[in-house]
């Protein structure tokens, strides 16, 4: 897809990085990341793909959005497979946000994440910690606009079919994006005049990639052909300063003390 900025920035790759080498380039350094070479052996990647989904779980009900959920419907998620191999739809109907977890527990053992993208949020008992994990899965012309992920978190997202496009703006951009009311991939420069001067970050994302989404970082996704894909969020040492700014601004309590708790525990001070 051409976009009509003036320029633009590559998300920097890197083929299967050491953990040190992801913190100090991508995590630490707040920047986005293109990974190759470590999602394409998982199991997942044999595995999911329509078929697999519709004769498993059939009759599983999920609830599908068009963009921005301008419409939201529940599906049976057999139908909905059927519906995304099917339509033509100039706004699809997108299975995002799916969380799976409960549902379909087996599935995490179909995908290994990386050490990289520890999470101290899985030191919380099941039943009490925030579901963190969702499946985005829709036709193509299906996608996620302008957005910053849950609780200034972080993010690892997979390709396991289809492809995905990025755009993404760094903090120091915030004044171009109108307060993520601009589509980045569609932009109007009429309306929001200020985004002529924007300095995205691109990436194209194909099966076996992990899209790496630094906390804060503004963002859009588009699904450019039928895809399947897999995101966790994660709370560390590298964006921990972050989310406690956030849930102090939030007056978010009760999410600070569990916070505090988990500093005690993984930060040595
Ligand atoms: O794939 C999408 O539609 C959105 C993914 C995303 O925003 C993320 O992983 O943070
Ligand atoms: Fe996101």
């Known amino acids: 897809m051409e976009l009509p900025y003036k320029k633009m920035e590559w998300v920097e790759a890197c083929s299967d990085p050491t953990p040190s080498y992801f913190e100090e380039h991508f995590a630490n350094a707040s920047l986005p990341a293109l990974i190759h070479n470590v999602a394409n052996h998982w199991p997942a990647i044999a595995k999911w793909n329509p078929e697999f989904f519709s004769k498993r779980y059939p009759d599983l009900t999920v609830t599908v959005t ?23 739809d100039e706004n699809p109907f997108y299975l995002s946000e799916w969380e799976f977890e409960q549902e379909c527990p087996e599935l995490m053992d179909d995908y290994v994440v990386p050490s990289y ?25 299906t996608g996620s ?34 307060n993520g009311q601009i589509n980045a991939f569609k932009p109007d420069f009429d309306a929001f005049p200020l985004l002529k001067n924007a300095r995205p970050y691109y990436c194209v994302q194909n099966p076996g990639d992990i899209v790496f989404t630094p906390s804060m970082w503004w963002h859009q996704v588009y699904n450019a052909e039928d895809t399947i894909s897999i995101t966790g969020n994660f709370l560390n040492h590298t964006n921990v300063k972050d989310v406690e700014s956030f849930m102090t601004r939030n007056n978010l309590s009760q999410e600070l003390s569990v916070l505090r708790l988990l500093k005690k525990s993984f930060l040595v001070s």
């Open 117 to 141: 993208f520890h999470n101290w949020i899985d030191k919380i008992d099941k039943s009490q910690r925030p579901i963190w994990n969702w499946f985005y899965i829709g036709p193509a012309g």
């Open 145 to 178: 606009p302008m957005h910053v992920d849950v609780m200034a978190s972080s993010a690892w997202n997979a390709v396991i079919t289809g492809q995905k496009l990025w755009v993404f703006f760094p903090i120091d951009q915030l004044e171009f994006i109108y």
């Open 66 to 88: 068009r963009f921005r959920k301008s419409e939201v419907k529940k599906m049976k998620l057999a139908d909905f497979f059927a519906y995304m191999a099917t339509t033509k």
